[in-house]
């Protein structure tokens, strides 16, 4: 091992003993924050401890005078930030646990119904992906799960679905028409699952 190199069980052996220095330390100076923040009027158990530092400092510089009342909220914050720097240097060790198989889980497609909606074609800032990956989602639909064709809505904002009278326009009446469709939608019974993806915002 090169000289000056610690190990790493040493390491971390003389990290805990700082921290172990430093905890002692905060303990000494939080009995001091405690009187400290009741001279400013503060009590209970919860105190803010940047608040109890930034009056004590404000009262302080109004006297003129930097004394050891402020330098020990000061060392206090100090010890505090250390003491995180510590525990974060501390070695991980992490720990693997063999995880049971699941069992299979089938999926029953006539249950299921969804509206895909995506956007690209917006007026400013338009975006690209969001139809393909609208038409990605249908494809995983039909031909990996098997729902139906008829039981998915798909609304475009794409070049090819810009007039008004499209109904595969994602204009509001439309997303509002589709989503309220899975409420009335007499076909749709109880424990059937409702699966709505919206891939944009809705202008």
Same mark, same amino acid.
């Given at each position: 091992m090169p000289r000056g190199r610690l190990a790493p069980a040493d390491s971390a052996d003389t990290t805990l003993l700082e921290l172990e /220095?430093?905890? *002692? /330390?905060?303990h000494q100076l939080e009995e001091v924050e405690l009187? =400290?923040?009741?001279?400013?009027?503060?009590?209970g158990e919860d105190i803010d401890s940047v608040a109890v530092l930034l009056k004590t400092k404000n009262k302080v510089l109004s006297n003129g005078d930097y004394s050891s009342t402020l330098g020990r909220p000061h060392k206090l914050h100090r010890l505090r930030l250390q003491y995180s720097r510590c525990q974060r240097s501390l070695p991980? *060790? =992490? *720990?693997v646990c063999p995880s049971l198989p699941d069992p299979p889980h089938h999926v029953?497609?006539?249950?299921?119904?969804?509206? =895909?909606i995506g956007i690209d074609d917006y007026t400013y800032y338009p975006l690209h992906g969001c139809v393909s990956d609208v038409r990605s989602m249908e494809r995983y639909l039909t031909e990996v799960l098997g729902i139906p064709s008829d039981r998915i809505q798909l609304l475009l904002g794409s070049k090819e679905h810009a007039s008004p009278e499209d109904p595969m326009k994602p204009s509001r009446d439309h997303i509002t028409g589709a989503l309220l469709s899975i409420i009335t939608n007499s076909q749709i019974a109880h424990g059937d699952v409702r699966d709505r993806r919206n891939l944009e915002k809705v202008n």
């Open positions: /220095q430093t905890a *002692e /330390q905060i009187e =400290l923040a009741k001279q400013l009027g503060m009590s991980v *060790e =992490l *720990e029953d497609a006539s249950r299921f119904w969804a509206i =895909l």
